[in-house]
């Protein structure tokens, strides 16, 4: 994976792994100052805008890396990181499919369903992805970063 892809996954995952905590904490766990407030924050819609404004960056992400780092980790005879790897990939999948249902589910049930499946999928993915660089540091797996960085004058940036 070369450096921009880890730092386009890492800002990525960042904002959109932020955003969803915050925007969480605000939905699920405060009060709301009024009684008769649909939101519980002031900041509430601006957060969910952010968060569903900033998902696509992270599809970008992944697919950006599939053939540089995942496919080719997927395809190596090595078994080391493959859990936390495949932790991000199995968990990727139903969280993007998840938080786009929440936004066309009509019916309350339907929609229930796919928030508890985009909660549990989007904390799997939050777990895999602090996991994943340090069980490999702990492993002793070198960085799979190609030749081919935004500095190397042959490829370019």
Same mark, same amino acid.
């Given at each position: 994976m070369s450096r921009f892809e880890s730092v386009v996954t890492q800002l990525a995952s960042v904002l959109v792994g932020g955003t969803g905590i915050v925007y969480a904490v605000m939905r699920y766990v405060l009060e709301p100052a009024d009684e008769w407030s649909v939101v519980n924050h002031p900041w509430q819609p601006?957060?969910?805008h952010l968060h569903v404004l900033t998902a696509p960056l992270l599809v970008f992400a992944v &697919? *950006?890396?599939?053939t540089t780092h995942v496919?080719? =980790?997927l395809r190596r005879a &090595?078994?080391?990181?493959?859990?936390?790897g495949l932790g991000l990939l199995? =968990?990727?999948v139903p969280m993007v499919v998840s938080? &786009? *249902? +929440?936004?066309?589910?009509?019916d309350p049930t339907w929609r #229930?369903?796919? +928030? &508890? *499946?985009? *909660?549990? #999928? #989007?904390?799997?993915?939050l777990l895999a992805w602090v996991a994943h660089p340090v069980w490999l540091r702990w492993l002793g797996v070198q960085s799979d970063r190609s030749s081919t960085s935004l =500095?190397?004058?042959? =490829?370019g940036p």
């Open positions: 601006h957060v969910q &697919g *950006l890396m599939w496919r080719p =980790s &090595g078994r080391r990181g493959r859990a936390t199995v =968990s990727f938080g &786009g *249902l +929440i936004q066309t589910a009509v #229930s369903v796919w +928030i &508890g *499946l985009h *909660l549990a #999928s #989007s904390a799997m993915w =500095s190397d004058p042959v =490829s």
